[in-house]
């Protein structure tokens, strides 16, 4: 039996897998440059972040309906209740949409008709995270917030992702100031690609509560202290590094040194239909290239629910 926990660095659009694009292209009359899902995946090696993200854009043109939406957060709810998982936190991509013309309300409707459903169907509670594209400028950012401004009621936060390098996080200090105003929580991408001082920036000028990814705070031993001290949650995700280079290898991955050091640290697996494996697969991938203790592979789910943005009321039914 998997370990129940909680999933917070999710891509909605990460887990289309080949099988569903291609009957999504279908559904809709398009056609995928590629023969067979076999030939998509064999596509899956990635040099870095960016020659990932090419074929994530790429690939998300077969979403165009509210229904392709459901189909698409159904397949991962069903998939991720499989592997434990009791909560999920789930980024969108509402600009990769919005640019194709498919509008914020086919978006969100469509994921909140399959969330909505989820504590029934699968046991799994959950909370929508709108990213904002780092790679876009901060008045696209601002627009996009202001398309959500109708849906807030099925949105709790606003993260940032997309090409990290040379796209800071002070860019979008307004942005985030505008969601703080509307209530909503704060996360960003920083320190995958980037640098130490992009964490920095993401804590002080855009003021989240949480890092995704966060690994290259390790090159900064005052930032790490100040994580650890002030408890701020690291939602790392081992093959998702592996693949987009991050980390060599898994076994050189410094997951186990950053638990150590006392850093709140999550599992999580990003975009699993491209980086290899769900929440359970990272959890245990990890554990055995590292050599985990059970003990450590407790404190991780321990800390994913601690980490996420549940009550403590709900926090202790989905535990
Ligand atoms: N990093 C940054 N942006 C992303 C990712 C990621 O791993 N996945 C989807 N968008
Ligand atoms: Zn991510």
Same mark, same amino acid.
């Given at each position: 039996?998997?370990?129940?926990?909680?999933?917070?660095?999710?891509?909605?659009?990460?887990?289309?897998?080949?099988?569903?694009?291609?009957?999504?292209?279908?559904?809709?009359?398009?056609?995928?440059?590629?023969?067979?899902? #076999?030939?998509?995946?064999?596509?899956?090696?990635?040099?870095?972040?960016?020659?990932?993200?090419?074929?994530?854009? #790429?690939?998300?043109?077969?979403?165009?309906?509210?229904?392709?939406?459901?189909?698409?957060?159904?397949?991962?709810?069903?998939?991720?209740?499989?592997?434990?998982?009791?909560?999920?936190?789930?980024?969108?991509?509402?600009?990769?949409?919005?640019?194709?013309?498919?509008?914020?309300?086919?978006?969100?409707?469509?994921?909140?008709?399959?969330?909505?459903?989820?504590?029934?169907?699968?046991?799994?509670?959950?909370?929508?995270?709108?990213?904002?594209?780092?790679?876009?400028?901060?008045?696209?950012?601002?627009?996009?917030?202001?398309?959500?401004?109708?849906?807030?009621?099925?949105?709790?936060?606003?993260?940032?992702?997309?090409?990290?390098?040379?796209?800071?996080?002070?860019?979008?200090?307004?942005?985030?100031?505008?969601?703080?105003?509307?209530?909503?929580?704060?996360?960003?991408?920083?320190?995958?690609?980037?640098?130490?001082?992009?964490?920095?920036?993401?804590?002080?000028?855009?003021?989240?509560?949480?890092?995704?990814?966060?690994?290259?705070?390790?090159?900064?031993?005052?930032?790490?202290?100040?994580?650890?001290?002030?408890?701020?949650?690291?939602?790392?995700?081992?093959?998702?590094?592996?693949?987009?280079?991050?980390?060599?290898?898994?076994?050189?991955?410094?997951?186990?040194?950053?638990? #150590?050091?006392?850093?709140?640290?999550?599992?999580?697996?990003?975009?699993?239909?491209?980086?290899?494996?769900?929440?359970?697969?990272?959890?245990?991938?990890?554990?055995?290239?590292?050599?985990?203790?059970?003990?450590?592979?407790?404190?991780?789910?321990?800390?994913?629910?601690?980490?996420?943005?549940?009550?403590?009321?709900?926090?202790?039914?989905?535990?």
């Amino acid at each position: 039996m998997p370990i129940p926990k909680a999933e917070l660095h999710l891509h909605i659009e990460g887990t289309l897998e080949p099988e569903l694009a291609f009957t999504l292209a279908a559904r809709n009359g398009l056609a995928l440059p590629y023969a067979d899902a #076999e030939e998509l995946r064999a596509r899956y090696r990635f040099q870095d972040l960016q020659s990932f993200l090419d074929l994530y854009y #790429e690939l998300m043109a077969v979403l165009r309906t509210e229904e392709d939406f459901t189909d698409l957060a159904e397949a991962y709810l069903a998939r991720a209740a499989a592997q434990g998982v009791r909560h999920a936190e789930i980024f969108f991509d509402p600009q990769a949409h919005l640019a194709r013309g498919v509008p914020m309300g086919t978006v969100v409707a469509g994921l909140a008709r399959a969330l909505d459903r989820a504590p029934e169907r699968h046991g799994v509670t959950t909370r929508l995270i709108l990213c904002f594209l780092r790679d876009a400028s901060p008045e696209s950012a601002a627009e996009t917030l202001a398309a959500a401004r109708p849906y807030l009621d099925h949105i709790t936060g606003v993260g940032l992702d997309s090409a990290e390098a040379g796209n800071p996080p002070s860019l979008f200090r307004a942005v985030y100031e505008e969601a703080a105003r509307l209530g909503l929580r704060r996360v960003a991408h920083a320190g995958e690609e980037g640098p130490a001082a992009y964490v920095r920036e993401a804590l002080d000028v855009l003021g989240v509560e949480r890092i995704d990814h966060g690994l290259r705070s390790v090159e900064d031993p005052a930032l790490v202290e100040r994580l650890v001290r002030a408890r701020v949650p690291l939602t790392v995700c081992p093959l998702s590094n592996v693949r987009l280079r991050a980390v060599d290898v898994l076994s050189a991955h410094p997951l186990r040194a950053m638990l #150590e050091a006392g850093l709140v640290v999550t599992v999580n697996s990003d975009d699993p239909a491209y980086f290899g494996g769900y929440a359970e697969d990272n959890l245990r991938a990890a554990a055995d290239a590292l050599r985990l203790g059970e003990d450590q592979v407790r404190l991780l789910a321990r800390n994913s629910f601690e980490a996420s943005f549940l009550d403590d009321a709900e926090d202790l039914r989905a535990a």
